[in-house]
């Protein structure tokens, strides 16, 4: 069965700077998606970014990329020039076959001025 | 509004009591999901549906029971309320073709 682990259950970052957010599954697929999701305090569920796993270009959206090591089964969150409403909780997950989408357990990012 | 929608939002409840959590989009979505989410435990698949009349258990599925008659209709049984059902339940829909998962706005349910 395929797993998602976030081994960081809190991470803080200062305004405008970077942080990663570090994210590991285990599969036994070869072709899959993985996806960071986002989750503020109203509690909505909103999709930050994507990887499709045979793809070796890393995907990227405005401030926020991704490090996609598939021999490592690796993925973690890059979120450059940090924002004060960068802070919610992120969820990384996986997709492969079976059509399930599986979550780590989160992590909290705070933001601070 | 188009979207993805689920009823009751918030929702207390007694032990042993059956409870129906609704959840509706219209997008025509083949694919359905129920996940609870839980401090320390992320979000858990409790059952998805990848087609009207066609239900596959998820992680923990133990005490849930779910039916899909219509593609846009995906409710969730709690037939027998426990404590430990006590969580934020999340209705998500996606198509086959993208692996995108819109989710709804969560219904917070306590047993007690």
């Known amino acids: 069965a395929q797993t998602v682990t976030q081994s960081q259950p809190e991470m803080s970052v200062q305004e405008a700077e970077t942080v990663t957010l570090s994210c590991t599954y285990d599969t036994s697929e070869s072709d899959y998606y993985l996806f960071w999701y986002k989750q503020p305090p109203s509690r909505q569920m909103i999709l930050v970014i994507r990887?499709?796993?045979?793809?070796?270009q890393n995907a990227t959206e405005n401030r926020f990329s991704v490090n996609f090591q598939k021999a490592a089964k690796s993925f973690s969150l890059k979120i450059s020039d940090s924002q004060l409403g960068d802070a919610a909780m992120y969820f990384c997950?996986?997709?492969?076959?079976?059509?399930?989408?599986?979550f780590g357990t989160g992590t909290r990012l705070q933001v601070f001025p | 509004d188009a979207g993805i929608t689920q009823s009751p939002r918030y929702k207390i409840t007694e032990t042993g009591r059956q409870v129906t959590l609704m959840c509706h989009q219209t997008w025509s979505h083949s694919y359905m999901f129920w996940y609870r989410q839980d401090l320390g435990h992320g979000l858990r698949l409790i059952y998805y549906s990848a087609a009207a009349d066609i239900t596959d258990k998820g992680e923990v599925p133990d005490g849930y029971v779910v039916s899909r008659s219509k593609t846009e209709n995906f409710p969730l049984t709690l037939e027998s309320a426990t404590r430990s059902q006590t969580s934020v339940y999340f209705c998500?829909?996606?198509?086959?073709?993208?692996?995108?998962?819109?989710f709804g706005p969560g219904t917070r349910l306590t047993v007690t």
């Open positions: 998500a829909s996606t198509n086959a073709d993208s692996r995108m998962l819109y």
């Open positions: 990887q499709e796993a045979y793809k070796q």
């Open positions: 997950a996986y997709r492969g076959n079976t059509d399930k989408l599986i």
